[in-house]
């Protein structure tokens, strides 16, 4: 039996070192998707006024590097949640980029 009591200790050690973890996947899973769509006021906008005027191109180019950046070291450390959370705000930050140069004379 002393085997069995050693064997249901770790499983419990496991399971309050993994419950964290799960609960902080979820805080992240909506800070993930609150950050995606924080994106989208902007796009519509560019696409509505189809005006890029007030728009900082400088920052957008700055967070696709940036977002890029952590998708590739997502990417190095074979993390898949970051790889796609930083692979979408990529996606969106180049969206808003190509959306400025479409509207910038306009």
Not at 26 to 42: E, H, M, N, R
Not at 58 to 69: C, G, I, K, L, N
Not at 75 to 80: A, E, G, H, R
Not at 83 to 96: D, K, W
Request: one cysteine or more; aromatic letters at 20%; charged letters at 10%.
């Amino acid at each position: 039996m002393v085997g069995f009591e050693m064997i249901s200790e770790y499983m419990l050690s496991f399971i309050n070192y993994i419950i964290p973890l799960l609960k902080f996947q979820y805080v992240l899973s909506f800070a993930v998707i609150i950050s995606i769509i924080g994106y989208i006021p902007q796009m519509l906008k560019l696409q509505k006024t189809k005006d890029s005027h007030g728009v900082s191109l400088a920052t957008y180019v700055m967070w696709s590097f940036v977002s890029f950046t952590f998708a590739l070291h997502a990417y190095f450390i074979n993390d898949v949640y970051f790889l796609i959370a930083q692979g979408l705000q990529f996606f969106a930050c180049i969206i808003i980029v190509i959306l400025h140069y479409k509207y910038r004379n306009k």
